[in-house]
């Protein structure tokens, strides 16, 4: 186990920037979760650290040692990739046990250990098989397997349950969250899947275009997105955005198109007039009067999911979401009371920046 | 609506039927006149088969004929032109397929252009760079010059195989510990054997049936191959025909016992199972 320092990192092809100055110190045992839109350079970076693709700019250490120029087989990292990568013409037991074989580890404890990593993973029956006779779900335990029979310093995911269906892809992170439990190996995981990075991270490193927007603990960046770009990725459904104008004054609000004035408690730290977003997540919204100044929205429409309800809503042209468990809302229709508590609100200035 | 599916059926299998007789009426042509003993060959009109068939000119041409020196040279030839192309072309294929590096495109330009002479063309030159070394009217040479004239091709074609295989194996492997040469030779190898058995067929059928550089190259029937073999049987006034088809049955043998030995790796389908589809 060790800890990983990334310093200052860039990587482009040619001349096409892909990583812009990536600062990251992950500490020994953290489970980190890079999240982003596709193409934001998530592989790129988790390649770097693999020493699958190069430096262009900036230091990679791993448990303190630089590596930049170190080959893959040198890191003693372990990866699980998005395809699997299994060897298609060795069984499950010598695809796992490859590693071990490669650096000379002797016969015995060759069978212990996979026989153990078997046993965790479930794999005891399909030893002997080759990967194209396995499942979707056990060739990713197959690949989770060849990761973890020898005892890396690291283990790098990329996005590797996004090939499976949404209930394995729920087994499966129960297991991997198990499994870093047990281990408590230093991991990064790739996903574009927020819920992934929400329950399986200790720190979330949230990426867009090559730059990092936010790091910090999953409730950190889902109760306080340092952006409005950490802001929309984050939760799903996803944050509700206004564009409008801040006033102060005795009746503090802040107004959107269509000269409809969301009611604040207190001023938020804006400059009068001054324009911005506010963003509401759809559970935050209360769907109820409050006092004089209640806001009356129009109902779209109306989705049951059976866990709750979401309700497509409008404030003039502005539309909007609200995520309610209140199954008497599933008949909604015409104009329904809401109301934004001030304390659920969350303001992003014109750079797009909380304030 | 059945008995269309059943006549298209029919239809189906008949035109696989013509096909396969179109294919193989000329080796069983050549089968025919090499049992047929001399003295029916002109005299009983055009017949699918003799009215009496006998193996005299196979035992002729076993016995009595330098055919099996040609078919050795034959052999030796073939046999080692294969292996080495295929040896260079797994190399140089994997290094298309897999790496990036200066001169790269103009490489594979320049193999191309090779392969748009016609080969006559080269036939005087190669003569006079083989003769000072000595390498004209021996098996060495010939395996140099099909050598050089097959790399190009087959290299495209391992590369093409190369392509085919996911690069996250390799990587894979490399992350498991592995050297870029021993990823190549344990993971990306075995996994192209329908790759190198395809080359391997390919290669020693066009060195096998290749006559035009045996017939320039070589003098004189220590050294000769069975193609330059086969023209001994056309004399000033005669052609033995029986003979000669007798010795182009015997040099299908190899070719198929070659292509038998091969096929089970031809089938594809090796790589199932490495990356979800
Ligand atoms: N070999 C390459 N040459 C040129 N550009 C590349 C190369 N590999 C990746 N890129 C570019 O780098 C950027 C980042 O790619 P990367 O694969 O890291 O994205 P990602 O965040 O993993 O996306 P996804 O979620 O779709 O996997 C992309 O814009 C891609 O086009
Ligand atoms: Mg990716």
Redesign the pocket.
């Known amino acids: 186990m060790a800890s990983i320092d990334i310093a200052n990192i860039q990587k482009s092809?040619g001349i096409?920037p892909?990583l812009h100055k990536v600062d990251l110190k992950i500490r020994d045992g953290e489970f980190v979760v890079l999240v982003?839109p596709?193409?934001?350079?998530?592989?790129?970076?988790l390649r770097m650290i693999a020493g699958l693709e190069s430096v262009t700019a900036g230091e990679i250490r791993i448990a303190g040692k630089r590596v930049n120029e170190l080959a893959p087989k040198d890191r003693d990292i372990a990866m699980v990739f998005q395809s699997y990568a299994l060897y298609p013409h060795m069984s499950v037991a010598r695809n796992m046990s490859y590693s071990l074989r490669l650096r000379k580890t002797p016969k015995e404890r060759i069978a212990t250990v996979v026989a153990g990593a078997a046993a965790k993973l479930g794999l005891d029956p399909l030893l002997e098989r080759r990967p194209r006779a396995l499942s979707g779900g056990q060739r990713q335990r197959v690949a989770m397997g060849r990761a973890i029979v020898r005892q890396p310093k690291a283990f790098l995911f990329d996005?590797p349950l996004s090939n499976l269906d949404a209930r394995l892809r729920e087994q499966m992170r129960a297991e991997i969250k198990k499994l870093h439990k047990d281990l408590g190996a230093t991991s990064i995981y790739?996903t574009?899947d927020q819920i992934e990075a929400m329950t399986l991270a200790d720190r979330i490193v949230a990426m867009n275009a090559g730059v990092v927007q936010q790091v910090g603990s999953p409730l950190d960046l889902y109760d306080r997105p340092a952006n409005l770009f950490v802001a929309g990725f984050i939760g799903s459904p996803g944050m509700n955005f206004f564009e409008g104008t801040h006033h102060v004054g005795d009746r503090p609000r802040f107004e959107i198109a269509g000269d409809i004035g969301i009611p604040l408690d207190a001023p938020a730290p804006l400059a009068n007039n001054a324009k911005a977003t506010l963003g509401i997540r759809p559970e935050h919204v209360v769907l109820a009067g409050h006092g004089p100044e209640t806001l009356l929205a129009t109902v779209d429409l109306v989705e049951p999911t059976g866990f709750g309800i979401i309700l497509h809503l409008s404030l003039g042209r502005a539309g909007f979401k609200a995520f309610t468990n209140d199954r008497s809302f599933l008949t909604a229709s015409g104009t329904i009371p809401v109301h934004f508590p001030t304390h659920a609100l969350h303001f992003f200035d014109g750079e797009g920046n909380r304030v | 609506m059945r008995a269309k599916a059943a006549f298209l059926t029919v239809a189906h299998r008949l035109a696989i039927l013509a096909y396969i007789a179109f294919a193989l009426f000329p080796l069983f042509w050549l089968l025919k006149v090499a049992v047929t003993p001399n003295d029916l060959l002109y005299s009983e009109g055009i017949r699918l088969w003799p009215s009496r068939a006998s193996l005299e000119h196979f035992d002729f041409v076993l016995r009595h004929s330098a055919f099996p020196v040609f078919f050795r040279n034959s052999l030796i030839v073939s046999g080692s032109t294969a292996i080495v192309v295929t040896i260079l072309a797994s190399l140089s294929g994997y290094a298309l397929s897999r790496f990036r590096f200066r001169g790269k495109y103009w490489l594979v330009t320049l193999m191309l252009l090779t392969q748009m002479f016609p080969l006559v063309m080269l036939v005087a030159p190669i003569f006079k760079i083989l003769s000072p070394l000595g390498l004209t009217n021996s098996l060495t040479g010939l395996v140099i010059v099909y050598t050089a004239f097959n790399v190009p091709f087959a290299t495209f074609l391992m590369q093409s195989f190369f392509d085919g295989i996911p690069k996250d194996l390799e990587e894979a492997a490399m992350i498991d510990g592995a050297t870029q040469f021993v990823a190549f030779r344990q993971i990306i190898l075995p996994l192209t054997l329908p790759g190198i058995a395809a080359t391997l067929g390919f290669v020693f059928t066009a060195a096998w049936s290749e006559l035009l550089f045996s017939l320039m190259l070589i003098s004189g029937n220590e050294q000769a191959t069975f193609p330059v073999g086969l023209l001994s049987f056309v004399s000033k006034f005669s052609v033995d025909f029986g003979q000669m088809m007798a010795a182009g049955v015997l040099a299908l043998i190899p070719a198929c016992l070659f292509f038998l030995l091969i096929q089970r790796y031809l089938v594809q389908g090796l790589t199932a199972g490495a990356v979800k589809g």
């Open positions: 092809y096409h892909v982003g596709s193409g934001c350079g998530k592989s790129t970076l996005e790739v574009h």
